[in-house]
Nanobody, 120 residues
Framework: VQLQAYGGGLVQAGDFLRLSCAAC????????GGWFRQAPGKGREFLAF???????YYADSVKDRFTISRDDAKNTLYLHLNSLKPEDTAVYFC???????????????WGQGTQVTVSS
């Protein structure tokens, strides 16, 4: 399974972006798709996941502003980022076969990341 994330860019605070993640191949496991991000000097942060049946789960830090969705016919995962803030500046990664335990999330397949930069 190969994942290709795109859609990042330089935006101003308050703007919105839609990130996309195209998958080549069907993940062999749960098929749970997710998004993570890594800000400069920080560890990778879980943002959201979506199951094949459409059930979603979000980190508290983004649940009111970000929306995850998927289009399995297009093998594509999306993350809609609204009301962006400078602290949202990070490299955003998509992932497949996401799993979590005790509040720690990980995945078996990762995209290469797309940079989102939010200016104040």
């Amino acid at each position: 399974v190969q994942l290709q994330a795109y859609g990042g860019g330089l935006v101003q605070a308050g703007d919105f972006l839609r990130l996309s993640c195209a998958a080549c191949g069907r993940p062999p496991g749960s098929g749970i798709g997710g998004w993570f991000r890594q800000a400069p000097g920080k560890g990778r942060e879980f943002l959201a996941f979506i199951r094949r049946d459409g059930v979603t789960y979000y980190a508290d830090s983004v649940k009111d502003r970000f929306t995850i969705s998927r289009d399995d016919a297009k093998n594509t995962l999306y993350l809609h980022l609204n009301s962006l803030k400078p602290e949202d500046t990070a490299v955003y990664f998509c992932a497949a076969d996401v799993r979590g335990r005790g509040g720690v999330y990980m995945a078996d397949y990762w995209g290469q990341g797309t940079q989102v930069t939010v200016s104040s």
